[in-house]
């Protein structure tokens, strides 16, 4: 069975601290891996896709790496601010359709 | 309009009611998906639509019926729901092709409550 695994479920920091968001998956043979947040009673925001052939992409405070060999992507970001907090979800797609397998996510709280 | 689109945003319906849930999508994608998000658990995967066909039913029960008139539109047709059903149902879309990178996009989910 295909499953994702996000470390840790919850993480309350102060404001300004470097966070890493750690995900696993059992698939070594994906397609893309997206990392997404989302605020409560919203929907899915997408933050960063890493392709299969990547190690890492960046958008600004955000940087992902994928490591296929060992089943890991970890979620970087830098320099927290409070308007950071909400939960992130990272998934992967097998090859196809490209059908996300989604983790359980790690709920984020930034306070001042 | 742009992006996903769903509509209603909140439904309450009865175990006997029949309603359905709207999905638009205004970014020209050629697959669109549902997916469950109930309290305490991973989203689920229960329907993908490519190229208007179906392409995935995720075992689930035969009271959601889905629908894709296009490639721009996707309905679940909600019948005889329980209230187990009550749960945040996204809409997304993509691109599925060889050249694009398969990008997920979510509409804002439609909040479902089943009394």
């Known amino acids: 069975k295909q499953e994702v695994t996000q470390i840790p479920a919850a993480l309350s920091v102060p404001e300004g601290e470097n966070l890493v968001l750690n995900c696993s998956f059992t698939?070594?043979?994906?397609?893309?891996l997206q990392w997404f947040r989302q605020d409560p009673g919203k929907g899915l925001t997408s933050l960063l896709l890493?392709?299969?052939?990547?190690r890492e992409q960046t958008s600004g405070r955000l940087n992902a790496s994928l490591d296929k060999s060992s089943g890991r992507s970890t979620l970087y970001i830098a320099a927290s601010q409070p308007g950071d907090s909400a939960t992130y979800l990272c998934?992967?797609?097998?090859?196809?359709?490209?059908?996300?397998?989604f983790g359980a996510g790690t709920r984020l709280a930034v306070h001042p | 309009e742009t992006g996903v689109t769903q509509t209603p945003r909140h439904l309450v319906m009865g175990m006997t009611n029949k309603k359905s849930l709207k999905c638009e999508q205004h970014?020209?994608?050629?697959?669109m998906y549902w997916y469950k998000q109930s309290a305490k658990k991973p989203l689920e995967l229960m329907f993908v639509y490519s190229l208007e066909e179906r392409v995935e039913n995720n075992s689930v029960p035969s009271r959601f019926s889905p629908e894709c008139p296009n490639s721009s539109h996707l309905f679940l047709h909600l019948h005889t729901l329980q209230p187990e059903d009550s749960a945040l149902y996204l809409c997304?879309?993509?691109?599925?092709?060889?050249?694009?990178?398969?990008?997920?996009?979510f509409g804002e989910g439609s909040r479902l409550t089943v009394l």
């Open positions: 970014l020209g994608h050629n697959a």
């Open positions: 890493i392709q299969s052939s990547q």
């Open positions: 997304a879309s993509s691109q599925v092709s060889y050249r694009d990178t398969g990008e997920l996009f």
């Open positions: 698939d070594s043979a994906i397609y893309n």
């Open positions: 998934a992967f797609a097998n090859e196809g359709y490209n059908k996300l397998i």
